[in-house]
């Protein structure tokens, strides 16, 4: 049995049923950057369907529109000079492939530098040396690693800076912009690479198995040898240290707590020091090392009052900020600040038809999973509920490299809206809780991982939040996947699953990592499992394989063109559910080119997630 999509639904308690696309909106205006000179801001703003970018003179609020785009799209750009910016034009699903271009800020002397037809390209440094040269990534000489190249943007000539022997999957410049480290993978182990100076070669530093993180943030510019890193090096959990480069050793601790693990961590170039660390519980917070740092975040607090606030940029002198503001029930706005005059602008909000009182806390949720270990995640309960016997959606998270985290999400916002309290959880694997619970998922899909998806329901059902006849897991990607094992594994604990694009193959998504990742595969065999060595733990976790034990309702959506996924998975899929009789709702979504296209596709896509749960929660 096939659903019908229905794209309207009938208001069925007090609050307010806000439309679907209300939650799934595009940015009117995105991507705010200051000029090294605090100068100027620019922005892309979407027009005639597409996003160009523009310029405003602070000052004087003049406003210079650079591009018309009709057949690309900008996916990055940059101030590289206090009067020139770079940007790339992609053209729509032609995959890391993009045209790099040079432009003034009054929109004149445009010029292409680049025209990659069958490569990748991407700024390494972006600000002009010498002005003229830019320290650029490109894999034209070999489509599976990259390359430095020293790009003039006088002339569009390249030459190469640095050669990728075979290995190194990311290069690190100093303040100067000089190429001074690279990190190199072999699959498992990664290794750290120096060099004093631009005329040496690069040399092994320390070799860890990618389980342990070192990850440079920024040089020193009182000691030229000292690197700042995130590193969990002989600790479970992520601390920020200084490294001596030619020793290899840590030589300070600049924060280490053994229950917090710190996610980021901010450098000040005028400083010359690290100025805060971020850490993250089931919040991040920042720990303050510059007292300047703290006095701007005390600041930025009391202007902008019970908010969350991040600063996305800054100009060279850290006197112009832009900073983006959020909460768990509010999408948020972006906001100029000049701190030598106190000055503070709203530029625009990120969604303006969010009403924060209609919106949903986002609380902490955490439980003990049968094997002892603590797994946490968020609940997001309905507006004005009860609190009990509700239905529940879980929805996991859709990768083992990431976590769910709190904040503005629209999709656990339109699910509670239309009545449903959600459940994320960030399973065994996921990251952000410490090493040890990291390898804790390796190789555990449609086991363990599974274990902990149904014991956070279980959770939920002793508390008496949720009802135990209406409960559906919905998931993304690899939360998809593990939906769908839901499906084929707990039927009699959920009612209905629903997977967006998710993974349905195990061996399917292995081979469809692209080129310049392939260093990476052995650390990907073992997270997800290695296709030679593990096929029949893989086919045993993976639901392509096991349609014939599922017998509840399912909705899947697929992008025929989606490079990660088999496409020919999810159309055999569901001819094995209709053999059988399993009612099931079919979505192929297609690339859209416009962003109004896409608006369109997703308002399909959850209209119709909104029709399958509701015929098979609250009708039932």
């Not at 030459?159 to 993978?185: C, F, H, Y």
């Not at 919040?283 to 202007?303: G, I, M, N, R």
């Not at 996305?312 to 000049?338: A, M, Q």
């Amino acid at each position: 049995m096939v659903t019908v999509f229905l794209f309207a639904c009938k208001q069925e308690n007090k609050n307010i049923i806000i439309p679907v696309n209300d939650f799934f909106k595009s940015q009117d205006k995105a991507t705010y950057r200051i000029s090294p000179d605090g100068k100027s801001i620019s922005y892309l703003k979407l027009q005639d369907k597409k996003q160009n970018l523009f310029v405003e003179d602070i000052a004087s609020g003049k406003i210079v529109q650079l591009t018309k785009l009709q057949e690309k799209t900008i996916n990055f750009y940059a101030w590289v000079s206090n009067d020139e910016l770079i940007y790339y034009k992609e053209k729509e699903g032609e995959r890391f492939q993009s045209d790099l271009y040079i432009i003034n800020k009054e929109g004149k002397d445009e010029k292409q530098l680049s025209k990659n037809e069958k490569s990748r390209i991407r700024v390494l440094e972006d600000q002009l040396i010498d002005n003229k040269f830019l320290l650029v990534l490109s894999n034209k000489r070999d489509s599976t690693v990259s390359d430095v190249y020293r790009l003039n943007v006088r002339d569009g000539k390249m030459e190469m800076a640095a050669q990728n022997p075979g290995n190194i999957t990311k290069w690190v410049t100093d303040t100067k912009g000089k190429l001074r480290m690279a990190m190199s993978n072999d699959g498992v182990n990664e290794t750290l690479w120096y060099r004093e100076n631009e005329t040496q070669k690069l040399r092994p530093l320390l070799t860890n198995n990618f389980k342990t993180t070192i990850f440079p943030v920024a040089f020193s510019e009182k000691n030229h040898n000292i690197v700042y890193a995130i590193s969990n090096l002989n600790r479970d959990k992520n601390a920020l240290i200084e490294l001596d480069c030619i020793t290899g050793k840590e030589t300070k601790v600049l924060f280490a707590n053994d229950s917090l693990n710190v996610v980021d961590a901010q450098y000040s170039k005028p400083k010359g020091k690290m100025t805060y660390v971020v850490y993250e519980t089931w919040k991040k917070e920042k720990y303050f090392l510059d007292e300047d740092a703290k006095f701007l975040s005390h600041k930025l607090d009391l202007l902008l009052p019970n908010t969350e606030s991040r600063i996305i940029d800054r100009d060279k002198n850290e006197n112009v900020f832009v900073v983006r503001t959020f909460t768990d029930r509010n999408p948020g706005s972006y906001y100029l600040y000049i701190a030598s005059s106190g000055v503070l602008k709203k530029l625009s909000d990120i969604n303006s038809d969010i009403k924060v009182n209609q919106m949903s806390e986002m609380k902490p949720f955490s439980f003990i999973a049968r094997d002892g270990l603590e797994i946490n995640g968020y609940l997001t309960l309905p507006l004005n509920s009860k609190e009990k016997n509700l239905p529940i959606v879980v929805v996991p998270n859709n990768s083992p490299l990431t976590r769910n985290t709190w904040g503005y999400n629209a999709e656990v916002q339109f699910l509670a809206n239309r009545g449903y309290g959600v459940l994320q959880i960030n399973y065994r694997g996921s990251s952000g809780y410490g090493k040890s619970f990291f390898v804790a998922g390796f190789k555990q899909w449609g086991a363990k991982i599974q274990d902990d998806i149904d014991d956070g329901v279980k959770s939920l059902i002793a508390k008496g939040i949720a009802n135990p006849q209406k409960i559906a897991i919905y998931g993304n990607g690899l939360g998809g996947f593990i939906a769908l094992n839901a499906a084929t594994r707990r039927p009699q604990l959920y009612k209905c699953v629903a997977s967006n694009s998710g993974v349905l193959n195990l061996l399917s998504y292995i081979k469809s990592i692209p080129p310049f990742l392939k260093s990476n595969l052995q650390m990907i065999y073992e997270i997800v499992g290695d296709p030679d060595t593990d096929i029949d733990y893989m086919k045993q976790a993976s639901p392509i394989f096991h349609s014939d034990k599922i017998n509840i309702p399912v909705f899947i959506t697929q992008n025929a063109k989606d490079p990660r996924i088999n496409p020919n998975d999810a159309i055999q899929f569901a001819k094995e559910l209709k053999k059988r009789n399993v009612p099931y709702t079919y979505f192929e979504k297609q690339n859209a080119e416009f962003l109004n296209n896409r608006e369109e596709v997703r308002l399909k896509v959850y209209a119709g997630l909104e029709q399958f749960l509701d015929s098979n929660l609250k009708k039932k």
